[in-house]
């Protein structure tokens, strides 16, 4: 979107973001949510000023580049070689994103040497989970423990591929009613490196959203969110739906 001083009038710059692209979002949405997503689309703001009015669409079309591009990008060597580190995603313009949690998130689990600790309320992004499942069958001395919202668990999502996995133990939880989730974002490295935000492991969240995390090696802290995991995967309440057993 570009903003015209002198007209007083906004425009939207053209981009790569095709129909067909457009259309596999809508898909995608449609699969996270199991709504239409007409339901979610803003009705067109009309915006006033002294020229004319100009009707826009608010919905927001982000450029669109590669896995591999987004993972060049990040200057990863800087960020792990800190004690913690803010990251963030603008989905402006991905190629401009030296702190885009994702890269950091897989260049954890190939650190990993003993076991992986991931909590997510969603985890619907083929790419994200190929690296992280390919990663586990050529460990398999790695353990994932795993713990997912119970809608995720519910469809048949790219997670279920890890769950197969012979070194993956499972916790699927839901809230404490009909209206509520789990809904944590926290990944685990041998007890020793964490990231934490707002981020989901999703195709939105790598591409279209704004999200932030932050990342750390700070052991007292760790300490807390270990044992935090703890409670979250050993959970024997009511509202566990699967335990950590082998999940058929």
């Known amino acids: 979107r570009r903003f015209l001083d002198d007209k007083k009038e906004y425009l939207y710059e053209k981009n790569d973001y095709t129909d067909q692209k457009r259309s596999i979002d809508e898909l995608e949405l449609e699969g996270i949510v199991d709504e239409d997503p007409d339901f979610f689309r803003t009705p067109n703001i009309r915006l006033f000023s002294s020229s004319k009015t100009q009707e826009i669409r608010p919905r927001f079309e982000p450029i669109r580049i590669s896995d591999a591009e987004l993972m060049k990008n990040v200057a990863l060597p800087s960020i792990l070689n800190r004690e913690s580190c803010f990251l963030y995603i603008n989905p402006s313009d991905p190629r401009n994103a030296p702190y885009h949690p994702l890269p950091v998130i897989l260049s954890l689990v190939k650190l990993s040497k003993k076991v992986i600790k991931m909590v997510y309320y969603l985890m619907t992004d083929e790419s994200t989970i190929a690296v992280i499942y390919n990663y586990l069958k050529k460990g398999s001395d790695i353990e994932l423990q795993l713990v997912i919202n119970e809608t995720v668990y519910e469809r048949k999502e790219p997670v279920h ?58 052991q007292t802290l760790l300490k807390s969110v270990v044992d935090y995991f703890k409670n979250l995967f050993l959970e024997k309440k009511l509202w566990v739906v699967r335990d950590h057993k082998k999940v058929e």
């Open 161 to 218: 591929d890890l769950c197969e996995l012979p070194n993956v133990k499972l916790t699927v939880l839901r809230g404490r009613d009909e209206h509520g989730i789990m809904h944590n974002k926290i990944l685990i490295v041998d007890d020793v490196f964490m990231v934490s935000g707002s981020n989901n492991l999703t195709h939105y969240a790598k591409y279209h959203n704004f999200e932030s995390c932050i990342y750390t090696r700070d």
